[in-house]
């Protein structure tokens, strides 16, 4: 049985500031000012691309005094890339299958 990809998961990591985000944080656990630096995005854009991951289940907060850090949760992308694997492997079996014209 084939798996089907988590489009919900790609629709949030399909944003280019989103994505970088996410590897971003695949480095290092990073807190909103942080991540203001290395993207240039303003504070409230940012804020809301972390919270539609956060809401994705992508990153989850570490809260540290007046600061929130955030750290990728490495199993939701492995995941991800796992669905990609069977999908692959499923096409690497299908070229076999040629269904035929009518």
């Not at 796992?82 to 070229?95: I, M, N």
């Given at each position: 049985?084939?798996?089907?990809?988590?489009?919900?998961?790609m629709?949030?990591?399909g944003?280019?500031?989103?994505?970088?985000?996410?590897?971003?944080?695949?480095?290092?656990?990073?807190?909103?000012?942080?991540?203001?630096?290395?993207?240039?995005?303003?504070?409230?854009?940012?804020?809301?691309?972390?919270?539609?991951?956060?809401?994705?289940?992508?990153?989850?907060?570490?809260?540290?005094?007046?600061?929130?850090?955030?750290?990728?949760?490495?199993?939701?992308?492995?995941?991800?890339?796992?669905?990609?694997?069977?999908?692959?492997?499923?096409?690497?079996?299908?070229?076999?299958?040629?269904?035929?014209?009518?």
């Amino acid at each position: 049985m084939m798996t089907s990809v988590d489009t919900e998961l790609m629709r949030v990591l399909g944003d280019p500031l989103r994505l970088r985000i996410v590897t971003l944080l695949a480095r290092e656990t990073l807190c909103t000012t942080h991540l203001v630096e290395e993207t240039g995005a303003r504070q409230t854009n940012l804020s809301n691309h972390l919270r539609v991951l956060r809401e994705a289940g992508v990153v989850e907060t570490e809260p540290c005094g007046r600061f929130t850090y955030y750290k990728l949760r490495p199993d939701v992308i492995a995941s991800l890339a796992g669905q990609f694997a069977e999908l692959a492997e499923s096409a690497r079996t299908a070229a076999e299958n040629k269904r035929a014209c009518p």
